[in-house]
């Protein structure tokens, strides 16, 4: 039994912040790679960010990288994705993922092993 679910998807002004939640269960989040993607209108899904196990390495899209911060608690089992200066490009269904620590944040996305349900982010004025 693993599970994920997202929270903090929310209707926002362009420079305003969220954050986004990745709730785990049934697994210790610490032993996954957690990664953020993102499914814009009109286009496929893409990453925004994903922490290695194995070395900790983190890693941005160039979109997002300076506005943008992933974060884990231990003592919750959660993780998430602090989002600050919102464009409204920035627009998407937004998604957490996990998969195996011994795999890298490189994995295919159809090889991640569990998904969120997806949390809508709408950036307008």
């Known amino acids: 039994q693993v599970q994920l679910v997202e929270s903090g998807g929310d209707s926002v002004q362009p420079g305003g912040s969220l954050r986004l939640s990745c709730a785990a269960s049934?697994?210790?989040?610490?032993?996954?790679?957690i990664g953020w993607f993102r499914r814009a209108p009109g286009k496929e899904r893409e990453g925004v960010s994903c922490v290695n196990v194995i070395d900790g390495k983190t890693f941005y899209a160039g979109s997002v990288k300076g506005r943008f911060t992933v974060s884990r608690d231990s003592a919750t089992n959660t993780f998430y994705l602090q989002m600050n200066s919102l464009k409204p490009e920035d627009t998407a269904v937004y998604y957490c993922?996990?998969?195996?620590?011994?795999?890298?944040?490189?994995?295919?996305?159809?090889?991640?092993?569990?998904w969120g349900q997806g949390t809508q982010v709408t950036v307008s004025s």
């Open positions: 049934g697994f210790t989040l610490n032993n996954y790679v």
């Open positions: 993922a996990a998969v195996s620590g011994k795999r890298l944040c490189n994995t295919p996305l159809r090889e991640w092993d569990s």
